[in-house]
């Protein structure tokens, strides 16, 4: 491919098809292996993320133990407890919470703990000086781009951060350096639904693209210079989405 040339029709489709159809899936796991080559394809993508100063500061810890799963599990019934006493005084939104399905621990086919670690390559890490959480978003952009390849390969990604820290470290010997920054739950599914499910069921809303795009400053949301591509992005939240591909 030569700089300059885009994908073919065929294979942007395919691209931003994976994007609109991923989602995090926690309660349509069905039972059956990711093969090895498939699991392979997804970690190599991840591997293959942006990292500032090029410093790769992932690692994957694979997961099928079902007694190491279910410690992580018990660290989720643990948080999400104390999450929902956050709510006390909202008997509406607490009995919403309640009802949502937040993780896929047991159910799903492996587990997988995406780590950062701050010394690889360091100390001095080139485009890390100014900003230290460069080093956690690429880890981020790890992550979306085994969620997206997951996708391509069928298989549903679930995130569960109602976790401790603290407990994921002690439960799978993490060194004190090194930063739990992903708790993914990977498998088969019974179907990737059409919208989120805490846009199905009311929990919040899909935002319109033209409610979150600023026009040369934090703020400014019309802005005359801007106006054709308000007025596109205006048609875009109309149809929503794949619409408009
Ligand atoms: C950093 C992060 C943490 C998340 N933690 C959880 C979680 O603990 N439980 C859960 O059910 N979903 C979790 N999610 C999934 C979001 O709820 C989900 O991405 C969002 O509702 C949009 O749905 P979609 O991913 O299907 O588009 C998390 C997502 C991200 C990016």
């Known amino acids: 491919m030569t700089p300059n040339e885009s994908l073919t029709g065929s294979?942007?489709?395919?691209?931003?098809?994976?994007?609109?159809?991923r989602r995090d899936v926690r309660s349509h796991f069905v039972s059956r292996e990711i093969p090895n080559d498939v699991l392979v394809r997804i970690l190599n993508a991840a591997h293959h993320a942006p990292s500032v100063?090029?410093?790769?500061?992932?690692?994957?810890?694979?997961?099928?133990d079902s007694a190491v799963r279910q410690r992580v599990r018990e660290s989720f019934v643990r948080e999400r407890e104390?999450?929902?006493s956050m709510l006390d005084g909202n008997e509406r939104r607490q009995k919403q919470y309640v009802s949502?399905?937040?993780?896929g621990i047991i159910e799903s086919a492996i587990n997988i703990c995406v780590t950062y670690d701050p010394t690889r390559f360091g100390p001095f890490v080139l485009g890390?000086?100014?900003?230290e959480e460069t080093g956690v978003y690429s880890v981020a952009c790890a992550i979306q781009n085994l969620w997206l390849a997951a996708r391509a390969e069928g298989v549903g990604v679930g995130w569960v951060s109602i976790l401790a820290n603290e407990d994921l470290e002690k439960i799978l010997?993490?060194?004190?350096?090194?930063?739990?920054?992903?708790?993914?739950?990977?498998?088969?599914?019974s179907e990737f639904a059409e919208k989120p499910d805490l846009e199905r069921t009311g929990w919040l809303p899909r935002m319109d693209l033209?409610?979150?795009?600023?026009?040369?400053?934090w703020g400014v949301y019309r802005l005359e210079s801007w106006?054709?591509?308000?007025?596109a992005m205006g048609k875009m939240s109309e149809g929503k989405r794949e619409d408009n591909m």
Request: glycine residues 4%; positive net charge.
């Open 11 to 21: 294979e942007k489709e395919g691209f931003y098809k994976a994007i609109f159809s």
């Open 227 to 231: 106006s054709a591509l308000s007025t």
């Open 53 to 64: 100063g090029f410093s790769q500061p992932w690692n994957f810890i694979l997961i099928k």
């Open 100 to 103: 949502l399905k937040l993780e």
């Open 128 to 131: 890390r000086t100014s900003i």
């Open 210 to 217: 033209a409610d979150v795009v600023c026009y040369e400053q």
């Open 82 to 84: 104390r999450s929902i």
């Open 173 to 189: 010997a993490i060194p004190p350096h090194v930063k739990p920054v992903a708790y993914l739950c990977l498998g088969y599914v």
